[in-house]
């Protein structure tokens, strides 16, 4: 489970502790303090010091330091510097949480909703969540969307979940910027508009968002909202084909076959669907399939055609002029050959 790191910029707490002195050059034995600040238990942290760190933070803690309670609550959950208690982490994040300490109401929402301290209670998850989130905790606002957008243990809620997703979209969470695109195209929670559902693709394509990037790609290649711009599409698809998305090699492959925005090439574009096809593509294997029949950027080969489509059509991806058109010019024998070489395929992405 993902729990929170939790980084903060704060000025250095101290809490005395007394300690006893040995003798030092002869000296008497003295009373000194001590002194463990917040800051160097961080330090120690930070350098996997553990034990040194969870002293000194359940010093801070004891004393009331919500940030300490945190880092103690966070140190229980991953068993750094402390034997691993789910119940020692929730009890922490609680008193942490109970004053105000936005990332242990964060925690707490998680814990909860995955039950990684019990059964799932989805009313707490709420509750803590809500209460982070509405202090401007962008996390919590972002997985509360997603709790109101999917109705999960809540009544669905579309509207709230777009009010949620914009406040952390407008603090620049990615996946927010996302998913309010998302609701703005389909006119979920909100009066449909697909340019604002481009902008939304835009931002968070450029933070580098790979489905936004895919999505945006798409916006311009169809001229969703925008005017249709193949040049940009290409730009968007590569992106997110860089990012393995095997639906933007297929818009890239479309595109060098269509000599849209860029140079007609059927090479480039049964590269394209081949790559898409390897990862189990139905659209980049129903066009590779085409190709080989077509003997278009590739040598003809129906045997190699037959066994595309017959992968293609196994994910539901199918169009009956073209499966007419192949069955009648391929013999039983290249039928089981295309059958072997499909199985030959399926059998090698199954190791």
């Given at each position: 489970m993902w729990i929170p790191r939790i980084s903060l910029e704060r000025t250095a707490r101290?809490?005395?502790?007394?300690?006893?002195?040995?003798?030092?050059?002869g000296a008497p034995p003295a009373m000194a303090q001590a002194v463990i600040t917040f800051q160097d238990s961080l330090a120690a942290y930070r350098n996997a010091d553990y034990d040194t760190a969870f002293a000194g933070f359940r010093a801070l803690a004891e004393s009331g330091d919500a940030d300490a309670q945190a880092y103690?609550?966070?140190?229980?959950?991953?068993?750094?510097?402390?034997?691993?208690?789910?119940?020692?982490?929730?009890?922490?994040?609680?008193?942490?949480?109970?004053?105000?300490?936005?990332?242990?109401?964060?925690?707490?929402?998680?814990?909860?909703?995955?039950?990684?301290?019990?059964?799932?209670?989805?009313?707490?998850?709420?509750?803590?969540?809500?209460?982070?989130?509405?202090?401007?905790?962008?996390?919590?606002?972002?997985?509360?969307?997603?709790?109101?957008?999917?109705?999960?243990?809540?009544?669905?809620?579309?509207?709230?979940?777009?009010e949620l997703f914009r406040q952390a979209a407008e603090?620049?969470?990615?996946?927010?910027?996302?998913?309010?695109?998302?609701?703005?195209?389909?006119?979920?929670?909100?009066?449909?508009?697909?340019?604002?559902?481009?902008?939304?693709?835009?931002?968070?394509?450029?933070?580098g968002h790979p489905d936004a990037q895919y999505n945006l790609a798409l916006?311009?290649?169809?001229?969703?909202?925008?005017?249709?711009?193949?040049?940009?599409?290409?730009?968007?698809?590569?992106?997110a084909a860089a990012s393995g998305i095997a639906d933007a090699e297929v818009g890239l492959g479309l595109l060098a076959y269509e000599g849209r925005g860029v140079e007609q090439d059927f090479g480039e574009a049964a590269a394209r669907f081949a790559a898409a096809a390897d990862r189990g593509n139905g659209r980049g294997q129903y066009y590779l399939s085409v190709l080989y029949a077509q003997g278009q950027g590739v040598e003809a080969d129906l045997?190699?055609?037959?066994?595309?489509?017959?992968?293609?059509?196994?994910?539901?991806?199918?169009?009956?002029?073209?499966?007419?058109?192949?069955m009648a010019n391929v013999g039983a024998a290249e039928i089981a050959e295309g059958k072997e070489r499909a199985a030959a395929w399926r059998k090698s992405r199954a190791q």
């Open positions: 101290r809490l005395a502790l007394a300690a006893l002195l040995g003798f030092v050059s103690v609550a966070l140190m229980y959950a991953e068993g750094q510097g402390v034997t691993r208690d789910m119940d020692q982490a929730v009890a922490w994040y609680r008193r942490a949480a109970e004053l105000g300490q936005l990332d242990s109401q964060f925690a707490l929402g998680l814990i909860y909703q995955q039950g990684e301290a019990g059964p799932r209670n989805m009313s707490e998850a709420v509750r803590w969540y809500g209460a982070a989130a509405a202090a401007g905790h962008r996390e919590a606002r972002f997985e509360l969307g997603l709790i109101h957008a999917t109705g999960d243990g809540v009544v669905q809620d579309e509207t709230r979940a777009a603090d620049g969470h990615i996946d927010a910027q996302h998913n309010l695109a998302i609701l703005y195209l389909n006119g979920q929670g909100v009066a449909q508009d697909e340019p604002q559902a481009a902008q939304w693709f835009e931002r968070a394509a450029e933070a916006i311009y290649d169809k001229g969703i909202g925008v005017a249709a711009d193949a040049l940009r599409a290409d730009k968007w698809y590569r992106k045997i190699e055609a037959y066994k595309w489509y017959e992968l293609a059509r196994e994910r539901g991806v199918t169009f009956e002029p073209y499966e007419t058109k192949l």
